[in-house]
């Protein structure tokens, strides 16, 4: 039996996280600022991770084996947790994203070595309180947590770049419900003139990879994405597939706001590494309909 702290993760991959660690007989403790309450069968602290003391004051003396981070999106977050659990886990999981791949212009999948956190700079003093700053900033705010966790001495950290997540009932992001709407009507759908595909994991999937992976112990940023990419046009069509009478129209645009999931370069993932490591990932093909049905309440 482990002993698993998690920060964040209350919804969506998160709770299904908890649920898993749970149901693997973890015991697990959940830190939150208390707006809601975790899934049953947990031990829940309540403090602003933010907040260095606070957070040190609600852990007491609880050390861990591992801690999963599900909500570090700056590196001033990431160095007060690094602070806070140095001597108090065996192993720090950070849940990143695709997004640190953000300046790389690469033909084909990407590989965790394009992004070598040991060697991005870190800039403390840019304003990560800033709500629209981060948002404008996402991608940054997350290589830069990974630099911090990633340099010296050494911290048992592994990053997992996780792709575009689809799927599941309370998916809240609205950006399937964006091409309902649009398909509905036979409205356009606004898509760069040239629109390049991305990687995609389905909710459960990625629930179960950072389940498995704060049970492993390599370190280092590590990508999870289920085989196969997914351009606009065929996420529109598994749309279509659930809205009678619905037409696609694919409008490329040169300039203005485009449709979600529509990109101007290639976000396409290498998963080797996870794969050679022991994880079997599924292919987007095969969970595309399920998770679109999931995510407009509708049956396959």
């Known amino acids: 039996m482990r002993d698993v702290c998690v920060i964040g993760g209350n919804r969506y991959f998160g709770k299904r996280l908890i649920d898993r660690l749970t149901a693997a007989g973890d015991r697990v403790t959940v830190v939150n600022r208390g707006s809601s309450p975790p899934p049953a069968g947990t031990v829940h602290l309540v403090a602003d991770r933010d907040d260095e003391e606070s957070l040190t004051r609600a852990l007491g003396t609880r050390t861990f084996d591992v801690v999963v981070d599900q909500v570090c999106y700056t590196p001033r977050q990431a160095a007060v947790a690094r602070r806070v659990f140095a001597g108090r886990t065996r192993r720090y999981v950070m849940t990143s994203t695709v997004e640190v791949y953000e300046y790389e212009d690469a033909p084909d999948l990407v590989r965790e070595e394009a992004v ?8 403390l003093e840019l304003p990560w ?24 001495p050494a911290f048992p950290y592994t990053a997992v770049r996780v792709a575009h997540v689809l799927g599941g009932p309370d998916d809240f992001t609205g950006r399937l419900d964006h091409y309902v709407s649009r398909i509905r009507t036979g ?23 950072l389940a498995w992976a704060a049970g492993q112990d390599f370190t280092g940023p590590v990508n999870a994405a289920s085989h196969g990419v997914l351009g606009t046009g065929e996420l529109c069509e598994a749309v279509a597939a659930h809205v009678p ?15 979600p999931f529509s990109f101007v370069r290639f976000y396409g993932m290498d998963n080797s590494r996870a794969t050679r490591l ?11 309909p399920r998770a679109v049905a999931e995510t407009l309440g509708k049956d396959n």
């Open 278 to 288: 022991g994880f079997t990932f599924g292919h987007t093909k095969e969970w595309l």
């Open 187 to 209: 409205a356009p759908i606004a898509v760069p003139a040239v629109n390049h595909p991305a990687t995609y994991i389905h909710v459960e999937e990625i629930a179960d990879f």
């Open 116 to 123: 070598d956190p040991r060697t991005v700079a870190v800039d």
């Open 129 to 152: 309180d800033d709500a629209e700053f981060l948002e404008g900033h996402y991608g940054e705010g997350k290589r830069q947590a990974e630099a911090v966790l990633a340099a010296g």
């Open 245 to 259: 009478g619905g037409r696609v129209e694919l409008r490329s645009v040169e300039v203005g706001e485009v449709s």
